[in-house]
């Protein structure tokens, strides 16, 4: 366990630069602190980075601001990056502000999954990952037995909001239950904000979605983009 409760960037790996990170796996993990909280990494540059066959069974992460996920904090796209194969069950994370997510707080990856779990935030909350940097990519990804609540804005069950320029194909929410505050606003079965510019190829299977504010959508709460695709 890993409690540094007033204190930021709180991980295995606290911020890495360029680096190849292949087979790790976690079990039973409990990480607490400020902001940028995640039990692998919390934050990294804008530079090469390739992670690969990450397994993650059991993880608790607790947060008291902003940027929290399961597995990664803050991570930015680049196009020489490759996150694949990322794998968290039996999980739950929780920040009692906002960008928090299943397996990132901002980031994408791709042949990845997160079951079992229970995601708890305020604003910008998914299953996978509460937001997503610019120009990110992403594909094959599966949410699925997981409870995302949130009691602000942008909550999905996949994405609580994608930025511009993203591009993700075949990902799936599934048995999910999302659930938005009693005055939420933005709230997805999917995505509770798309983005603009973008495509998106996603579905929604036999999940329940719950509101008591404004725009909420079985796939999305809204979309600002011409180019999605459900």
């Known amino acids: 366990n890993l409690i540094a409760r007033y204190r930021d960037d709180v ?3 606290g911020r890495l630069y360029s680096y190849d ?7 039973n993990v409990s990480i607490e602190g400020n902001s940028y909280v995640a039990a692998l990494l919390c934050t990294s540059e804008q530079t090469e980075r390739h992670v690969r066959n990450i397994y993650a069974d059991g993880l608790t992460i607790n947060a008291h601001y902003n940027y929290s996920g399961g597995l990664f904090g803050n991570i930015p796209s680049s196009k020489d990056s490759e996150y694949t194969d990322i794998h ?5 994370i929780t920040n009692t502000n906002d960008y928090v997510g299943g397996i990132f707080a901002v980031g ?5 999954s997160i079951t079992n779990s229970t995601i708890n935030g305020r604003s910008y909350v998914g299953g996978f990952t509460a937001a997503s940097s610019i120009m990110s990519s992403g594909k094959n990804n599966v949410v699925d037995n997981v409870t995302v609540n949130g009691t602000g804005e942008r909550v999905g069950g996949f994405y609580g909001q994608t930025n511009a320029s993203i591009t993700i194909y075949n ?5 999910s239950i999302i659930n938005g505050g009693p005055s939420s606003t933005y709230v997805g079965g999917f995505a509770g904000y798309l983005g603009w510019d973008s495509s998106y190829s996603g579905r929604v299977i036999n999940s329940t979605i719950t509101n008591g504010g404004n725009y909420t959508g079985g796939f999305a709460g809204t979309v600002y983009s011409m180019a999605a695709q459900y």
């Open 171 to 175: 990902n799936t929410v599934s048995n």
């Open 21 to 27: 990170v292949d087979g790790i796996e976690l079990n």
């Open 108 to 112: 994408m990856a791709s042949n990845s």
């Open 88 to 92: 968290v069950t039996n999980s739950t």
């Open 11 to 13: 991980s295995l790996f």
